[in-house]
Protein backbone atom coordinates (compact mmCIF):
# COMPACT_ATOMS: atom_id res chain seq x y z
CA UNK A 1 0.00 0.00 0.00
CA UNK A 2 1.52 3.06 -0.97
CA UNK A 3 0.76 6.08 0.89
CA UNK A 4 0.08 9.26 -0.70
CA UNK A 5 0.46 12.88 0.79
CA UNK A 6 -1.52 15.73 -1.24
CA UNK A 7 -0.36 19.24 -0.90
CA UNK A 8 -2.84 21.53 -2.99
CA UNK A 9 -5.22 24.27 -2.05
CA UNK A 10 -7.04 24.57 -5.58
CA UNK A 11 -10.40 22.01 -4.90
CA UNK A 12 -10.07 21.24 -9.05
CA UNK A 13 -6.58 20.21 -8.88
CA UNK A 14 -7.36 17.98 -5.56
CA UNK A 15 -10.36 16.70 -7.00
CA UNK A 16 -8.45 15.98 -10.12
CA UNK A 17 -5.22 14.36 -8.55
CA UNK A 18 -7.93 12.01 -6.36
CA UNK A 19 -9.45 10.83 -9.48
CA UNK A 20 -6.11 9.85 -11.13
CA UNK A 21 -4.93 8.17 -8.15
CA UNK A 22 -8.04 6.25 -7.11
CA UNK A 23 -8.02 4.88 -10.93
CA UNK A 24 -4.31 3.48 -10.71
CA UNK A 25 -3.87 -0.11 -11.35
CA UNK A 26 -1.92 -0.29 -7.49
CA UNK A 27 -3.19 -0.20 -4.14
CA UNK A 28 -2.53 3.06 -2.79
CA UNK A 29 -4.23 5.23 0.16
CA UNK A 30 -4.47 9.42 0.45
CA UNK A 31 -3.47 9.88 4.07
CA UNK A 32 -4.04 13.31 3.82
CA UNK A 33 -5.03 16.57 1.70
CA UNK A 34 -3.28 19.75 2.65
CA UNK A 35 -4.00 23.33 1.67
CA UNK A 36 -1.38 25.67 3.33
CA UNK A 37 2.52 25.38 4.55
CA UNK A 38 1.64 25.60 8.05
CA UNK A 39 -0.44 22.18 7.97
CA UNK A 40 1.67 20.82 5.87
CA UNK A 41 4.78 20.92 8.07
CA UNK A 42 2.56 19.97 11.15
CA UNK A 43 1.71 16.97 9.44
CA UNK A 44 4.93 15.90 8.30
CA UNK A 45 6.41 16.30 12.03
CA UNK A 46 4.42 13.01 12.44
CA UNK A 47 3.74 11.46 9.56
CA UNK A 48 5.76 9.86 6.83
CA UNK A 49 4.66 9.63 2.94
CA UNK A 50 5.61 7.37 0.90
CA UNK A 51 5.25 9.87 -1.58
CA UNK A 52 4.17 13.40 -1.77
CA UNK A 53 2.20 15.46 -4.60
CA UNK A 54 3.03 18.74 -4.48
CA UNK A 55 1.69 22.45 -5.21
CA UNK A 56 4.30 25.08 -4.86
CA UNK A 57 2.06 28.50 -4.30
CA UNK A 58 -0.32 27.37 -1.94
CA UNK A 59 -2.68 29.60 0.39
CA UNK A 60 0.38 31.02 2.81
CA UNK A 61 3.12 30.98 1.01
CA UNK A 62 5.77 28.30 -1.62
CA UNK A 63 5.65 25.12 -0.74
CA UNK A 64 9.80 24.86 -0.47
CA UNK A 65 9.51 26.79 3.12
CA UNK A 66 7.63 23.36 4.03
CA UNK A 67 10.76 21.30 2.89
CA UNK A 68 13.27 23.63 4.50
CA UNK A 69 11.99 22.75 7.53
CA UNK A 70 11.07 19.47 7.33
CA UNK A 71 13.31 16.79 6.55
CA UNK A 72 11.64 14.52 3.69
CA UNK A 73 13.23 11.02 2.45
CA UNK A 74 10.32 10.13 0.47
CA UNK A 75 10.12 11.45 -3.10
CA UNK A 76 7.62 14.46 -4.33
CA UNK A 77 6.20 14.79 -7.61
CA UNK A 78 5.61 18.81 -8.13
CA UNK A 79 2.21 20.26 -9.60
CA UNK A 80 2.16 23.34 -10.60
CA UNK A 81 1.32 26.34 -13.21
CA UNK A 82 4.85 27.91 -13.18
CA UNK A 83 8.11 26.54 -14.88
CA UNK A 84 10.60 28.49 -13.10
CA UNK A 85 10.76 26.51 -9.93
CA UNK A 86 12.04 23.67 -11.50
CA UNK A 87 15.65 23.69 -10.49
CA UNK A 88 14.35 24.22 -7.37
CA UNK A 89 12.49 21.21 -7.06
CA UNK A 90 15.31 19.11 -7.94
CA UNK A 91 17.62 20.43 -5.60
CA UNK A 92 15.48 18.36 -2.95
CA UNK A 93 13.29 14.95 -2.93
CA UNK A 94 11.60 15.57 -6.84
CA UNK A 95 11.59 13.17 -9.03
CA UNK A 96 8.84 14.92 -11.38
CA UNK A 97 6.95 18.68 -12.31
CA UNK A 98 4.02 18.17 -13.62
CA UNK A 99 2.94 21.78 -15.33
CA UNK A 100 -0.61 22.43 -14.72
CA UNK A 101 -3.19 21.43 -16.86
CA UNK A 102 -1.79 17.82 -16.90
CA UNK A 103 -2.97 14.95 -18.76
CA UNK A 104 -3.53 11.74 -17.38
CA UNK A 105 -1.02 10.54 -19.67
CA UNK A 106 1.78 12.80 -18.09
CA UNK A 107 0.33 11.93 -14.88
CA UNK A 108 0.50 8.39 -15.64
CA UNK A 109 4.31 9.20 -16.60
CA UNK A 110 5.10 10.78 -13.45
CA UNK A 111 3.43 7.82 -11.32
CA UNK A 112 5.56 4.97 -13.63
CA UNK A 113 8.83 7.32 -12.70
CA UNK A 114 7.80 6.24 -8.86
CA UNK A 115 7.23 2.79 -9.42
CA UNK A 116 10.68 2.72 -10.79
CA UNK A 117 12.10 4.76 -7.92
CA UNK A 118 10.51 2.36 -5.15
CA UNK A 119 11.61 -1.09 -6.94
CA UNK A 120 14.72 -0.62 -8.12
CA UNK A 121 17.15 -0.09 -5.19
CA UNK A 122 17.49 0.31 -1.86
CA UNK A 123 19.36 3.40 -1.95
CA UNK A 124 16.65 6.37 -2.15
CA UNK A 125 19.23 9.05 -2.22
CA UNK A 126 21.31 7.16 -5.01
CA UNK A 127 17.98 7.09 -6.97
CA UNK A 128 17.23 10.88 -6.33
CA UNK A 129 20.10 12.08 -7.50
CA UNK A 130 19.98 9.56 -10.60
CA UNK A 131 16.66 10.89 -11.68
CA UNK A 132 17.50 14.58 -10.83
CA UNK A 133 20.30 14.72 -13.24
CA UNK A 134 18.14 13.00 -16.04
CA UNK A 135 15.37 15.68 -15.49
CA UNK A 136 18.06 18.82 -15.41
CA UNK A 137 19.38 17.32 -18.74
CA UNK A 138 16.05 17.35 -20.27
CA UNK A 139 15.58 20.51 -19.17
CA UNK A 140 18.81 22.12 -20.56
CA UNK A 141 18.58 20.86 -23.50
CA UNK A 142 15.71 23.40 -24.39
CA UNK A 143 16.09 25.43 -26.72
CA UNK A 144 15.19 28.96 -26.05
CA UNK A 145 13.44 31.84 -27.87
CA UNK A 146 15.54 34.25 -29.44
CA UNK A 147 12.88 36.59 -30.85
CA UNK A 148 9.32 37.22 -31.06
CA UNK A 149 7.30 38.22 -34.39
CA UNK A 150 5.44 41.67 -34.24
CA UNK A 151 2.36 42.31 -36.38
CA UNK A 152 1.82 46.13 -36.57
CA UNK A 153 -0.08 48.13 -38.98
CA UNK A 154 0.01 45.35 -41.66
CA UNK A 155 3.76 44.73 -40.74
CA UNK A 156 5.76 42.71 -38.80
CA UNK A 157 8.93 42.66 -37.23
CA UNK A 158 11.16 41.12 -34.78
CA UNK A 159 11.70 42.09 -31.18
CA UNK A 160 14.73 40.12 -29.89
CA UNK A 161 14.05 38.51 -26.16
CA UNK A 162 17.72 39.95 -25.29
CA UNK A 163 15.74 43.63 -25.63
CA UNK A 164 13.35 43.33 -23.48
CA UNK A 165 12.98 43.90 -20.05
CA UNK A 166 9.41 43.00 -19.07
CA UNK A 167 6.41 40.64 -19.54
CA UNK A 168 2.95 42.34 -19.05
CA UNK A 169 0.07 40.67 -18.84
CA UNK A 170 -2.51 42.57 -18.99
CA UNK A 171 -6.66 42.10 -19.14
CA UNK A 172 -5.87 39.49 -21.75
CA UNK A 173 -2.95 40.63 -24.03
CA UNK A 174 1.00 40.62 -22.91
CA UNK A 175 2.84 43.61 -23.87
CA UNK A 176 6.36 43.38 -24.02
CA UNK A 177 8.96 46.31 -22.98
CA UNK A 178 12.50 47.08 -24.79
CA UNK A 179 15.20 48.79 -23.36
CA UNK A 180 14.36 51.97 -25.30
CA UNK A 181 11.01 51.86 -23.16
CA UNK A 182 8.98 51.36 -26.89
CA UNK A 183 5.92 49.00 -25.81
CA UNK A 184 4.89 45.82 -27.75
CA UNK A 185 1.75 43.71 -28.42
CA UNK A 186 2.35 40.42 -28.57
CA UNK A 187 0.31 37.41 -30.69
CA UNK A 188 0.97 35.37 -27.58
CA UNK A 189 -1.94 35.69 -24.95
CA UNK A 190 -0.74 33.48 -21.82
CA UNK A 191 2.17 34.69 -19.66
CA UNK A 192 3.03 31.22 -18.71
CA UNK A 193 3.55 29.95 -22.30
CA UNK A 194 5.79 32.70 -22.69
CA UNK A 195 7.79 32.11 -19.63
CA UNK A 196 8.23 28.20 -20.62
CA UNK A 197 10.16 29.55 -23.71
CA UNK A 198 12.53 31.69 -21.97
CA UNK A 199 15.79 31.15 -20.22
CA UNK A 200 14.96 30.94 -16.09
CA UNK A 201 18.46 32.08 -15.74
CA UNK A 202 17.72 35.16 -17.36
CA UNK A 203 13.75 35.52 -16.55
CA UNK A 204 11.77 35.55 -13.87
CA UNK A 205 8.40 35.85 -12.99
CA UNK A 206 7.95 38.20 -9.97
CA UNK A 207 3.88 37.97 -9.65
CA UNK A 208 0.73 36.71 -11.52
CA UNK A 209 1.10 39.47 -14.13
CA UNK A 210 4.84 40.50 -14.65
CA UNK A 211 7.99 38.62 -16.10
CA UNK A 212 11.05 40.67 -15.77
CA UNK A 213 14.84 40.55 -17.27
CA UNK A 214 17.96 39.99 -14.80
CA UNK A 215 20.42 42.39 -16.79
CA UNK A 216 17.81 45.35 -16.80
CA UNK A 217 17.57 45.16 -12.82
CA UNK A 218 18.46 48.52 -12.10
CA UNK A 219 17.88 49.08 -8.30
CA UNK A 220 15.76 47.08 -5.73
CA UNK A 221 14.29 48.28 -2.48
CA UNK A 222 12.21 46.95 0.02
CA UNK A 223 8.41 47.45 -0.87
CA UNK A 224 7.11 46.35 2.74
CA UNK A 225 7.73 43.37 4.42
CA UNK A 226 7.07 40.30 2.18
CA UNK A 227 7.46 42.10 -1.23
CA UNK A 228 9.99 44.38 -3.18
CA UNK A 229 10.16 47.22 -5.37
CA UNK A 230 12.18 46.60 -8.38
CA UNK A 231 13.66 49.79 -10.68
CA UNK A 232 14.02 48.26 -14.14
CA UNK A 233 16.54 50.37 -16.98
CA UNK A 234 14.72 52.22 -19.21
CA UNK A 235 10.84 51.52 -17.15
CA UNK A 236 9.40 54.02 -15.94
CA UNK A 237 7.54 52.65 -13.30
CA UNK A 238 8.46 50.43 -10.29
CA UNK A 239 7.39 46.78 -10.14
CA UNK A 240 6.77 44.60 -7.31
CA UNK A 241 7.31 40.74 -6.37
CA UNK A 242 4.31 39.41 -4.80
CA UNK A 243 5.12 37.55 -1.08
CA UNK A 244 4.91 34.02 -2.79
CA UNK A 245 7.75 35.09 -4.96
CA UNK A 246 9.75 37.20 -3.12
CA UNK A 247 11.96 34.85 -1.06
CA UNK A 248 12.45 32.82 -4.67
CA UNK A 249 13.22 35.93 -6.23
CA UNK A 250 16.13 36.78 -3.58
CA UNK A 251 17.76 33.29 -4.32
CA UNK A 252 17.42 34.27 -7.89
CA UNK A 253 19.49 36.98 -7.98
CA UNK A 254 21.88 35.45 -6.05
CA UNK A 255 22.56 32.60 -8.86
Not at 22 to 35: G, N, R, W
Not at 68 to 79: G, K
Not at 193 to 218: C, H, M, S, T, V
Request: neutral net charge; contains cysteine; charged residues 30%.
Amino acid sequence: MTKILIIEDEIPARKKLKRFIEELDSQTEIIAKLETVQSAVEFLKQHQPDLIFSDIELLDGNAFEVYSQISVNCPIIFTTAYDQYWMDAFEGNGIDYLLKPFSKERFQKAWNKFLWYKNTSSDANHQIQALTKLIKQNFQKNEYKERFTIHKNKSIYFLETKDVLLFEANEGVIFAYDEKGNKHLLSETILTAIEKQLNPADFFRINRGELIQKKYIEKIERYNKNSLSIKLKGYNNYVKTSQSQTTLFREWMEK
